[in-house]
Structures are given as structure tokens and as C-alpha cells.
């Protein structure tokens, strides 16, 4: 019988037809570097586990320690009854990890762009953007625009002569707040953004910096992330990153003066009307910056092994894009092209995503590598080596 939901499945179709839908595959036990995916075991190249935390012994018992402690859920919103004891000591844990004045959680990176982003910015403000700008600082935006009437300027990537026109063109408009919004780390090319001139042009033009730092910590600054990198800690103004990458945990994080946490979770939707994450999952984030503090030579293996990687993937003929972090890229082009590789590699034990168009522009397909500390060079032997095998199958080498 025709229901009224069928047009999804037709648009589903189409999109299946244009090859722009997911295919999920399971993980079947902890995310790891060699993993068990859908029935095969594979070499995680896939995953935003940097350090290899996500199984971390310490990290678990953290985990299990706080369930038996404060239960399995946190029984509220954030805003009512939800945030606990354990919640307020990652908050203070974050300031200290970041160095800033205080810091605070949202359920996840997404909620902190898509909440606080259109609170800080109205009528006669202006929030200029990097063009490749995580989506959810574009959900951020573009709330910001319609429900709050501010306005938005693009970049092009990491292009600061742009950034400074656009500084430059608010002034002239007469607009009053300027925020200057940029990843710290590019997800699909592994790119660092350019914040030592980002934070200058800001300074000269009297504008506020706002930096996502999901894929910057616990990867710059020996962990620490992007601030720390360019020695900008009291510099940049607004600091958001999350739990669920490299430190293995899970939920977002806010790092600035006491003012901006404040003001932030008194006016953000995406807090005040959500859950707490649950109480194990704080225990587990503040055992996470523990751990990457007190085992630091896991972030120097993370870089010694994506330096070898990179340049073993270079002299065997890949281009990696402009990778400079542990995201390595195996440019391909054609999406079609770049589809198979990736059923290749998986069919040779390897899991590397694939990222087409819409994700970046036509004819940039690549397989994103992503680096992980808790592989060893045998492993990435391996890997070249089947690198190797199919870059010559597929005629890109
Ligand atoms: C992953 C990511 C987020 C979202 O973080 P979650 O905690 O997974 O919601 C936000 N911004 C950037 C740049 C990211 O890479």
C-alpha cells in the first residue's frame, strides 16, 4: 500500500542512482587499529581515534567507575537537573587543559556550533567564515542570519588576502561586531589553518576569533591543540572542539573567559534544551586529558608515524594533497575511481574512506588516511604495501 513517506525512498533512489549515499558498515568490537569491520578484520585508516583512546584501559575503567558511582544516565537536561558534580569537574578540568578561564561541555561538537554560533552574533553584526568551514558552523551561520539578522561574509580557503577584504569591507559598512570563524584542522585535506596571521588580521580590525579545534587536539600543540601550537592561548577568543575525536570520549567542549561560558549556556538552544550527556562519559573525557597529558609520547608516535607514512606515500608516487597533520590523503580524482580503490583496499583489510563529491568538489575524490598512534610501522609496511599493489591496479602510480 502507497504511504505518504514513499517520496523518501524515490529520493533515496535518485540519490543511490547519483552514487551520493552512505553505505554503513559495522564495527563489530572497540574502535582500534585493527578492527573487525562488517566480518572482516581490517587496518583502521578511517577512524578520528588519533591516539588511540577509544579502548583505552583507563579510559574504560574511568568509565565503569562512574556508572557504578552516579548511575547510567543523567536523568535531565543540561539545564534543569542534568549537569552533575562530574560534569563540573571536566568543565574545570577543560580551562585548565586549554588554560583558559573556564571552559564547559555541550552533548556534542555539533551542539556547540549550531547553539552558540547565532548567539553571538545580530543586527548590524557579521560573522566571515572559511569557505571549507565544518557544516555545523555553517548550520551556526546561517540560524544566526535568519533568526537573528546578523550578517555573513565567505573566504576562500585559508586565502588571507580575502580575509582581509572582508575585514576590511566590514569596517567600511559600519558593522559592528566582527568574528572571524575558522577549523583549526581541515577535515578532508589535513590543512592547518593559518592562525598566526588569522589572529593578527582579527587584532588589526578589532575583530573576535572563534576556533573549532576538532581535529587540532589532542594532534597540535603536543595535545593541547591549536592555541597552544601558535602559542595564541590568550589570544584566540572563542575555543570549541570535542571529546569524540582523538581524545576517544565523546561530547563538545567550550574554552574561554568566564563571560562567554556564562552567557553561552544561559542562551544556547542546544544546551538548554537537551540532555546531559551521561556521567561516565564526562569521567571518561576527564580521564582522556589525563591520559594525554601523563603518556605525551603518544602524540610524538602519532607524528612519527604519520611523517613516514606521508613520505613513503609520496616517494611511491601519491599525491597527499596539502596533508599537514596525521589526515593523509591518496588523491584519485574521479569519484568512480576513488569508490573502487576503497573497495579494494577493504577487500585487502584496510579501511580508508573514500570522500567524494558533494563532500569535496568534483574530480577531488581521495581515500582520507587518517594516522592512528596505536598502529606500528609493521602495519603501515602493510599498507603501503597494498598501497602500492593497487595504485598500480588503478593506474594512479
Ligand atoms: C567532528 C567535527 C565536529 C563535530 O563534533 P562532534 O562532537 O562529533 O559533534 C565539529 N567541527 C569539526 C571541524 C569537526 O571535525
Redesign the pocket.
Known amino acids: 500500500m502507497a504511504k505518504k513517506t514513499d517520496y523518501l525512498m524515490e529520493k533515496y533512489e535518485e540519490m543511490k542512482e547519483e552514487g551520493l549515499t552512505w553505505t554503513i558498515r559495522n564495527l563489530e568490537g572497540p574502535s582500534q587499529p585493527h578492527v573487525t569491520v562488517d566480518g572482516k578484520e581490517c587496518i583502521m585508516l578511517a577512524s ?1 581515534n588519533y591516539l588511540d583512546l577509544a579502548n583505552h584501559p583507563r579510559l574504560r575503567e574511568a568509565g565503569k567507575k562512574a556508572i557504578e558511582e552516579y548511575g547510567a544516565g543523567a536523568g535531565s537536561d543540561w539545564s534543569i537537573a542534568g549537569t552533575m558534580d562530574i560534569h563540573e569537574e571536566l568543565w574545570d578540568r577543560i580551562a585548565e587543559f586549554k588554560e583558559s578561564e573556564a571552559g564547559m561541555t ?8 549550531a547553539g552558540l554560533v547565532p548567539q553571538l552574533a545580530g543586527k548590524g553584526d557579521v560573522l566571515i567564515s572559511d569557505e571549507l ?5 555553517i548550520d551556526g551561520i546561517m540560524i544566526a542570519q535568519r533568526m537573528f539578522k546578523a550578517d555573513k561574509m565567505i573566504y576562500s580557503h585559508s586565502d588571507m588576502g580575502e580575509l582581509e577584504e572582508c575585514l576590511k569591507k566590514a569596517d567600511e559598512e559600519g558593522y559592528n561586531r566582527k568574528i572571524v570563524l575558522t ?5 578532508m585535506d589535513g590543512d592547518v589553518a593559518k592562525m598566526d596571521e588569522i589572529q593578527k588580521l582579527a587584532d588589526e580590525y578589532g575583530a573576535l576569533t572563534y576556533v ?4 587540532g587536539e589532542g594532534v597540535l600543540g603536543g595535545g593541547h591543540g591549536i592555541a597552544k601550537e601558535f602559542d595564541l592561548v590568550d589570544d584566540i577568543d572563542i575555543q ?6 582523538a581524545f576517544g570520549g ?3 567542549m567550550l574554552a574561554g573567559n568566564e563571560g562567554l561560558i556564562k552567557y553561552a549556556y544561559n542562551t544556547s538552544r542546544s544546551w538548554l534544551l537537551s540532555a546531559a550527556f551521561p556521567p561516565h562519559v564526562a569521567a571518561i573525557n576527564i580521564e582522556a586529558l589525563d591520559v594525554v597529558e601523563e603518556e605525551n609520547d603518544r602524540v610524538q608516535k602519532l607524528w612519527d608515524l604519520t611523517e613516514y607514512f606521508k613520505s613513503e606515500m609520496e616517494s611511491m608516487g601519491f599525491d597527499t594533497g596539502f596533508s599537514e597533520t596525521p589526515i593523509v590523503p591518496a588523491m584519485v580524482g574521479d569519484s568512480k575511481k576513488c569508490q573502487k580503490l576503497a573497495d579494494r583496499l577493504y577487500e585487502e583489510g584496510i579501511f580508508g574512506l573514500a570522500i567524494v563529491y558533494p563532500m569535496v568538489p568534483k574530480g577531488k575524490a581521495r581515500i582520507r588516511n587518517q594516522i592512528n598512534a596505536g598502529l606500528t610501522k609493521d602495519d603501515l609496511n602493510e599498507v603501503l604495501r597494498i598501497y602500492e599493489k593497487l595504485g598500480k591496479e588503478l593506474d594512479l602510480i
Not at 106 to 113: K, R
Not at 183 to 187: E, H, I, L, N, Q
Not at 240 to 245: A, V
Open positions: 578520528n555541550y552533548q556534542t561538537g555539533f551542539a556547540v556550533n568551514n565544518h557544516g555545523s558552523i577549523d583549526g584542522v581541515f577535515s573549532d579545534d576538532a581535529h570549541m572542539g570535542t571529546f569524540s575525536k565523546f561530547g563538545g
